[in-house]
């Protein structure tokens, strides 16, 4: 079947602007998280959704990050009011509804904020 | 808190040497799961193992292999006969089982791996 995927995905913001970036699961998985990947490093967590529930959202660096799922399959991470550091991959991953079950990731997300 | 150390950020070997990457974790809880994901070029995370803490067994997977040390904290990734396609960078990332029902990971840094023809 297919895998996650992402859109779009590569985008470039002037600062200032709100960016929308979605993330399609694999179909019939229950899990699905948003990480943000900064050059060179490895991915940190943002967000955790459990079918259309957000069940944790500690990693979100700031009020201008905002996620939703709210048909619990595909979800959009939302930055309103892009700064420079907010350039990164952003990357989605879902997992069947099995406690720690394996991440599936997508593509990713680069974003650039000129 | 949950930590991964990868202290090898790049390693090079000519193809067909065997490499080892290597990776530390750190964990207060009893129950937790280590993963290796490989990230090649094109960006996209791909999945190589799972293992959870209660199964210290080494793992071969054709010319990969993971050996699992509770002892010293370790969850080290070898590639034995390295290939070209086997250039990229490679995460070792660390999961709790806790309330949420599916828990975030914590990846290291990452090694990059270079092959060289």
């Known amino acids: 079947g297919a895998g996650v995927s992402q859109s779009p995905r590569y985008k470039v913001a002037k600062r200032g602007q709100d960016v929308a970036l979605r993330c399609d699961p694999i179909s019939g998985h229950v899990s699905l998280f948003w990480y943000q990947q900064a050059l060179g490093q490895g991915p940190e967590f943002l967000t955790y959704f459990q079918n259309e529930a957000q069940l944790d959202k500690s990693g979100l660096p700031s009020d201008r990050f905002f996620a939703e799922r709210p048909e619990g399959s595909v979800s959009t991470l939302k930055i309103q009011r892009t700064q420079q550091e907010d350039s990164a991959v952003y990357l989605c991953a879902s997992s069947s509804v099995a406690r720690t079950d394996t991440q599936y990731f997508g593509p990713g997300t680069r974003l650039t904020v000129l | 808190a949950q930590k991964v150390t990868q202290a090898q950020t790049e390693i090079s070997v000519v193809e067909k040497e065997d490499v080892t990457l290597d990776c530390v974790y750190e964990t207060r809880d009893t129950t937790y799961y280590l993963f290796w994901y490989k990230q090649p070029p094109s960006g996209e995370l791909v999945f190589l193992i799972r293992r959870n803490s209660f199964d210290e067994q080494n793992e071969i997977s054709g010319r990969y292999s993971w050996n699992f040390q509770k002892s010293t904290s370790s969850f080290n990734f070898t590639i034995t006969a390295s290939q070209v396609v086997d250039s990229a960078v490679y995460f070792c990332?660390?999961?709790?089982?806790?309330?949420?029902?599916?828990?975030?990971?914590?990846f290291g840094t990452g090694t990059r791996l270079t092959i060289i023809p």
């Open positions: 990332a660390l999961s709790e089982a806790g309330n949420f029902g599916n828990e975030k990971l914590t």
